[in-house]
C-alpha cells in the first residue's frame, strides 16, 4: 500500500496532497530565487510557524527589529539582542537573512536630527556603520533606503526628514556607508508600487540617477504589496526594467490584499472598503489564487531575480489586518492555521484547479 502510494507521487506529484505532503516552496523555486517571510521573534517560538519558517522558506526578513527606531531608540544605545534571535535561527537552519531597513522615513528616530546638515550626516553614517558592521557575514543583502520615491506627480523625492536635513544625497551618503562597512553584502533600494507606471517611472529616475553617480548599488527590492484584481503585468514591467540597467531584483514584501482601498484610507483612514470580518467571500480566494499563480508565472521567467519573500507566513500574523484599518485580511499562501491555501497550490502546481 504504502509503495502504491509512493509510486502514485511519483508519478502524478500533482494529485491531492495531505497538509504534510505538499511540496516545499524553497523547493519549488530554488533553482530560480529563495523564498522568504517576514517576521517577528515570538514567531520563532510559535510551532506552526516555526514549522512552516524551516519547511518552506530558504530566507528571512525582520518585520520590524531591524528597523532603526527598534535597533537605535537613543543615539548610541543598540538593542541588537531581538534581531539577533533571527541571525541564530536563519543560520542554524541553512536560512539567508535580509536586513530591513537602514533607512525608512517612519519612525524615524529624533535623535538622528538634532543639529546641522554635518551633525546629522555624521549620525547617519555613524549607525549605518554600526549596523552593518553588526550584522557582517549574517546579512546578504541589506535595504539600504526604504520608500524614498514620492507618491506625487511632479516630485521625484519623497519629502522625509532625511531628504529635508540633507536633500537627495542622503541617499548616497547611506549606499556608501553601507558598502565601505561590508563589501560583501548586496545593497538595496526597495520600494513600494514599482508596478504602477507612474510611481516606477520617478522611482526608476532615482536609481538611473543613482547609478550615474557610481554609487554602490546591486539591486531593487519591490514589495509589490498588491491586491485582488491587480494584474502582474506591471510587476513584469518592473522586473524588466531592473534587468536592463544590469541590476538584481528581489521581491520583498509581497502580499495579496483582499481590499482595494482609495488614497485616503491610507492616509488617514477614511473611505476604506468594508471589512469582510468572518465573511470572506470564497469568490475573493480564488481571484487571490489566480493572481499569486499568475504573479509567480512572471517571477520564474526573470532570471535577474533572486529572491521573493511574502510579508509574513501565514494568514495568523499579518501587517493587513492593521493596515490600513483595523479589518480581516488574509493576503498569504498559507491560511490562519498554517494550511495551504488556494493560492498555495496555485503556485506550486500548474495542474491545480482554483476552485
Ligand atoms: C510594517 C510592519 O509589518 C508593521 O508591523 C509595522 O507596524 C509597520 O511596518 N513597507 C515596509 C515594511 O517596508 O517595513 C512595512 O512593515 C510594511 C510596508
Request: aromatic letters at 10%.
Amino acid at each position: 500500500m504504502r509503495y502504491l502510494i509512493v509510486s502514485l507521487l511519483l508519478v502524478a506529484p500533482h494529485v491531492a496532497f495531505a497538509a504534510n505532503e505538499v511540496p516545499a516552496l524553497k523547493e519549488v523555486f530554488g533553482a530560480k530565487f529563495l523564498v522568504g517571510a517576514a517576521i517577528e521573534p515570538a514567531q520563532l517560538r510559535n510551532p506552526t510557524d516555526a514549522a512552516l519558517l524551516k519547511r518552506h522558506f530558504s530566507s528571512l526578513t525582520a518585520e520590524n527589529v531591524m528597523k532603526p527606531h527598534r535597533l537605535a531608540p537613543r543615539e548610541g544605545e543598540y538593542n541588537f539582542a531581538p534581531a539577533d534571535e533571527l541571525v541564530r535561527f536563519a543560520r542554524a537552519n541553512g536560512m539567508r537573512l535580509r536586513g530591513h531597513t537602514l533607512l525608512w522615513h517612519r519612525n524615524a528616530p529624533a535623535w538622528f536630527f538634532v543639529g546641522d546638515r554635518e551633525q546629522v550626516r555624521k549620525r547617519l553614517e555613524r549607525y549605518i556603520t554600526d549596523v552593518v558592521t553588526h550584522f557582517k557575514g549574517e546579512v546578504y543583502a541589506w535595504d539600504v533606503v526604504n520608500e524614498v520615491a514620492s507618491d506625487n506627480a511632479g516630485e521625484l523625492y519623497r519629502q522625509t526628514p532625511w531628504f529635508l536635513a540633507l536633500g537627495p544625497d542622503y541617499i548616497e551618503y547611506a549606499f556608501r556607508a553601507a558598502r565601505a562597512a561590508d563589501p560583501d553584502t548586496q545593497l538595496f533600494i526597495n520600494e513600494y508600487d514599482t508596478e504602477e507606471a507612474d510611481k516606477r517611472e520617478r522611482f526608476m529616475t532615482i536609481v538611473r540617477d543613482l547609478r550615474k553617480k557610481g554609487v554602490p548599488l546591486d539591486g531593487v527590492g519591490h514589495q509589490v504589496h498588491t491586491r485582488i484584481g491587480a494584474s502582474a503585468a506591471g510587476v513584469d514591467r518592473a522586473l524588466r526594467e531592473v534587468a536592463e540597467l544590469g541590476l538584481t531584483n528581489h521581491v520583498t514584501e509581497l502580499d495579496v490584499s483582499l481590499y482595494h482601498d482609495p488614497g485616503s484610507c491610507w492616509e488617514n483612514e477614511t473611505g476604506c472598503q468594508r471589512d469582510y470580518g468572518s465573511a470572506v467571500p470564497p469568490a475573493l480566494l480564488s481571484q487571490q489564487a489566480l493572481l499569486y499563480r499568475q504573479l509567480f508565472a512572471v517571477f520564474e521567467k526573470h532570471p535577474t531575480l533572486k529572491s521573493v519573500s511574502t510579508w509574513g507566513i501565514s494568514d495568523a500574523h499579518t501587517w493587513l489586518s492593521r493596515f490600513p484599518t483595523k479589518r480581516t485580511n488574509v493576503p498569504l499562501l498559507f491560511d490562519q492555521a498554517g494550511a495551504p491555501k488556494a493560492a498555495f497550490h496555485a503556485v506550486v502546481d500548474p495542474a491545480f484547479a482554483i476552485p
